[in-house]
């Protein structure tokens, strides 16, 4: 459900999950390509111990 709402209200996360869907990619398989995406991204947040800051 987060990487639903990510990817409708992130620029990053919508910019891939755009990019999945014009690579013909089914609603919920570019859902679940954010959701890993927003995995990493939380992990090297942690990790690194760094606020989570839009990059483009």
Do not use: M
């Amino acid at each position: 459900q987060a990487a639903f709402i990510a990817s409708y209200y992130d620029p990053v996360f919508s910019t891939y999950y755009q990019q999945k869907r014009a690579e013909g990619k089914h609603h919920k398989v570019a859902v679940g390509a954010v959701a890993r995406k927003l995995c990493h991204t939380i992990h090297a947040v942690l990790k690194n111990n760094t606020p989570y800051e839009i990059r483009q």
